[in-house]
């Protein structure tokens, strides 16, 4: 198998290459920050010490990196891997980022003749490490086909979303209506607290009735409703607010270049922002109903 070099092995990267090393392939890995590589180390990938190392010997490269300005530095800088690369590689670029900065990495990429999908995922830390995340991909067809199999071994479903940067369109779409259910189920819940009904037999109700949606069905934010969710270990991340308010600044970011009203988005990212200011920042998502909660009277 095709030797592959990652580039960012944080809470994500890490357990997606270390899927990728478990499938037999060889593996060298690249993260500012070592004491990320090491358990990587120890199950067997080469450990890169510069973003030229990462590039020797590999036809694919993977990145999985915090934000659109780490892909641009990563990628477009003076020092990146397109600058250094001395043959056309073919490139998966997995974080969740901007449109803009997406569709720039394709370009470039296209320039030096390689080949590139956006293929960032749906699914926390523990997807990642089971290996059954969603990747919503954009690129050519040809590039979909070749990125499948890799995907495959580090998802469970891979869908092809459409041309260059189609695939961080629909993360944010989604993201936004994610970040906006949430609320409506937090809210939902404190007006049956306040109106006197019983947490479990609103939900019991719910998930039957014509509210149902994700935020409810698979990681209500009431405690002792649902196993393993993070209302049951104190709002203990999971999918951590900050996060969140990241992927609706994507949202409310590109629904106004595109002209497109998202009154709701708006109000998501407003709430998201003061529950991340008053504290929640890295706790998860859910945990927005205690503060919702004290926002009453
Ligand atoms: P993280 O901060 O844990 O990992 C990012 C890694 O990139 C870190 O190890 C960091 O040291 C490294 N890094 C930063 N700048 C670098 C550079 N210039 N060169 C090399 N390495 C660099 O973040 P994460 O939780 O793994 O998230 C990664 C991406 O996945 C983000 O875009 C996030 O929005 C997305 N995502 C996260 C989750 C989740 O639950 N954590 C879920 C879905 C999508």
Redesign the pocket.
């Known amino acids: 198998m095709s030797k592959i070099g990652f ?8 357990p997606m290459a270390a899927n990728l090393l478990k499938a037999g392939h060889q593996l060298i890995v ?4 070592p004491t ?1 590589t090491d358990p990587l180390k120890a199950q067997g990938a080469e450990v890169a010490q510069s ?1 030229s190392e990462v590039l020797q010997d590999v036809d694919t490269v993977i ?5 659109g300005q ?1 892909v641009r ?2 990628y477009l800088g003076e020092q990146g891997i397109l600058a250094r690369a001395e043959k056309p590689l073919f490139y998966l670029e ?4 901007d449109v803009e900065t997406a569709q720039a990495v394709h370009a470039a990429v296209a320039a030096k003749g390689g080949l590139c999908v956006d293929a ?6 523990a ?2 490490a089971a290996a059954t ?1 969603t990747f919503m991909v954009g690129g050519s067809q040809q590039a979909f086909l070749k990125a499948q199999p890799i995907l495959n071994q580090m998802g469970k479903k891979i869908f092809h979303a459409g041309a260059a940067g189609c695939g961080q369109m629909a ?1 944010i779409c989604n993201n936004m209506l994610l970040g906006i259910s949430m609320i409506g189920v937090c809210e939902a819940f404190n007006l049956a607290k306040g109106l006197g009904l019983e947490a479990k037999a609103f939900f019991e109700i719910g998930k039957e009735a014509s509210g149902q949606c994700w935020s409810l069905t698979q990681y209500c934010p009431v405690p002792e409703i649902l196993p393993h969710t993070p209302a049951n270990r104190n709002y203990e ?4 607010a900050q ?1 969140m308010l ?2 609706l600044n994507l949202a409310v970011q590109a629904a106004g270049e595109a002209d497109v009203a998202v009154p709701m988005g708006e109000q998501a990212k407003a709430l998201y922002q003061a529950f991340c200011e008053s504290g929640g920042r890295e706790k998860d998502f859910s945990g927005i109903i205690e503060w919702l909660r004290e926002q009453e009277g």
Do not use: R
């Not at 960032?120 to 830390?125: A, D, N």
């Open positions: 580039i960012g092995v944080g809470h994500m990267g890490g690249y993260d500012i920050s990320h973003l990145s999985m990196l915090p934000q780490q530095e990563v997995c974080s969740t980022i960032p995922v749906s699914g926390g830390t997807s990642a995340l993360k991340p999971g999918f951590m996060m990241k992927d």
